[in-house]
């Protein structure tokens, strides 16, 4: 397997997110993520409840990965809001790439508010096995 530097955390500025309330009507969440590598593969794992698919953007670019999406409050605007504690919300984290990855072969799944985004790795960096004869 390579090193562990292909995915990296970027430096977050915890003083305007992470649960942080910008205004009444609007929070910014950094989502917990897990990393792991697979023999083909870099795959970033985010907690993103609440969010729908058509809500979360990735995207991917030479040496980075970003990720953002939105909740919306669940309420709708048909009654009298009695108690009101699910607010709109964003998401946003970002990851710097390395060279090991391909920009361009990247999936992404949504399912039971967890984000799967799967990075392929380049050719000449996957493990080979080695046919003895």
């Known amino acids: 397997m390579t090193k562990n530097t292909e995915v990296r955390v970027k430096q977050q500025n915890h003083s305007d997110s992470l649960m ?51 909740v919306h409050p669940l309420h709708k605007e048909q009654g009298t809001l009695l108690q009101n504690e699910i607010s709109a919300l964003n998401y946003h984290r970002g990851f710097n790439l390395g060279e090991g990855i391909d920009p361009s072969n990247v999936d ?24 003895i004869q």
Request: net charge negative; proline share 3%; charged share 35%.
């Open 20 to 70: 942080g309330r910008t205004d009444e009507a609007e929070r910014h969440v950094i989502p917990a993520a897990d990393i792991y590598e697979t023999s083909d593969s870099y795959v970033v794992m985010l907690d993103m409840p609440g969010s729908m698919k058509e809500n979360i953007t990735v995207v991917v670019d030479r040496s980075n990965l970003v990720i953002t999406g939105k």
């Open 108 to 131: 992404a799944r949504y399912e039971d508010g967890v984000l799967t985004i799967k990075l392929y790795k380049k050719e000449e960096v996957k493990l080979r096995e080695i046919r």
